[in-house]
T-cell receptor, first 114, second 117 residues
Framework: QKEVEQNSGPLSVPEGAIASLNCTYSDRGSQSFFWYRQYSGKSPELIMSIYSNGDKEDGRFTAQLNKASQYVSLLIRDSQPSDSATYLCAITGAGGTSYGKLTFGQGTILTVHP | DTEVTQTPKHLVMGMTNKKSLKCEQHMGHRAMYWYKQKAKKPPELMFVYSYEKLSINESVPSRFSPECPNSSLLNLHLHALQPEDSALYLC????????????????FGPGTRLTVL
């Protein structure tokens, strides 16, 4: 089992819809959870971070964390064509050699069509 | 200033060349990172510096040599690379190296696109 798994894409949604991106992880001691957006040919951009169970909202983005189920998700409301990108889930481990180390999922390609 | 900068943007080098990649941040961050990213893959961690000391080396071949001259600068020295080393090289920084919380948020530079002929 991979340490961080994202739902396989690509994911295609119409403009104005809600895009739902999911991520599961294997290390129960994981501390911090991040979503990065990466446009083609560009570097990853941090768009959301979440550290405790529940929801965290920032504009059109909502991150959801459920540590008991080892699950983190990102919802994008009112999706726009400019949201078309690869979304990377990243998690930091509990400690030891994982101390401060980001582990990435494989990424989900999102396409928002007009 | 909330940016991480990297130079050069593009680099083409032969297998016998020696070159260096540079990274700079002025956010007062004390942890800096080098990642390698191949096409359609996530970034792979190479090195971590914490307070200018090398903390993590992810078993990277010795043809890659990192250096942290001061708290704002990070270099990656390249020597005798192979064509399979062609990739996007990303630098990132975070306030500190920690197991969790906001201080572990990593911010990436724009990257250096490296091609080894």
């Amino acid at each position: 089992q991979k340490e961080v798994e994202q739902n396989s894409g690509p994911l295609s949604v119409p403009e104005g819809a809600i895009a739902s991106l999911n991520c599961t992880y294997s290390d129960r001691g994981s501390q911090s959870f991040f979503w990065y957006r990466q446009y083609s040919g560009k570097s990853p951009e941090l768009i959301m971070s979440i550290y405790s169970n529940g929801d965290k909202e920032d504009g059109r983005f909502t991150a959801q964390l459920n540590k008991a189920s080892q699950y983190v998700s990102l919802l994008i409301r009112d999706s726009q064509p400019s949201d078309s990108a690869t979304y990377l889930c990243a998690i930091t481990g509990a400690g030891g050699t994982s101390y401060g180390k980001l582990t990435f999922g494989q990424g989900t390609i999102l396409t928002v069509h007009p | 200033d909330t940016e991480v900068t990297q130079t050069p943007k593009h680099l083409v080098m032969g297998m016998t060349n020696k070159k260096s990649l540079k990274c700079e941040q002025h956010m007062g961050h004390r942890a800096m990172y080098w990642y390698k990213q191949k096409a359609k893959k996530p970034p792979e961690l190479m090195f971590v510096y914490s307070y200018e000391k090398l903390s993590i080396n992810e078993s990277v071949p010795s043809r890659f040599s990192p250096e942290c001259p001061n708290s704002s600068l990070l270099n990656l020295h390249l020597h005798a690379l192979q064509p399979e080393d062609s990739a996007l090289y990303l630098c990132a920084s975070s306030p500190v190296r920690t197991s969790g919380g906001k201080n572990n948020e990593q911010f990436f530079g724009p990257g250096t696109r490296l091609t080894v002929l």
